[in-house]
């Protein structure tokens, strides 16, 4: 309830006041309450019902990630250096480690992801060189990883 009555003056009118209506509020809040009252009890039931066991087995956690660096001090499988060579080789080690559930199929090992992550002062023909060492040894999957930098 928000008025307000000039006593006098040159206005005659009403004067405008900036206090919320709070009528509309309350209704609203009366009805969502019945609702809810009626609702209630609706929502609890008395029968009984003998229900089935589940027989999901539960879902794996994904494969830990394996990640490739590249600085000025050289290409890091995880965080153990590799000479560029046997980049391929260390990156399927890494791989097998990483995913044991996996690690006698060579086929699902290929599968997995590879991430690789650059110092921004690195030529980018030196992560290519990675990712053909990667790819000669048969990982496809291939992400390149970038800081968001915007925050």
Known sequence: MAGKISAGGKNKGHDVTADPNVIPFIDIMLVLLIIFMIAAPISSVDIEVSMPDARITPSQRPPRPTWISVNGEGVFVMNDAVDLNSLGERTYEAVQANTPL?????????????????DA???????????????????????????????
């Open 102 to 118: 996996i690690a006698d199929d060579e086929f699902q090992i290929l599968d997995q992801r590879i991430y690789i992550r650059a």
């Open 121 to 151: 002062d690195i030529a980018y023909r030196e992560v290519v060189r990675v990712m053909n060492r990667l790819q000669d040894r048969g990982f496809t999957k291939i992400g390149l990883v970038a800081e968001d930098r915007r925050r």
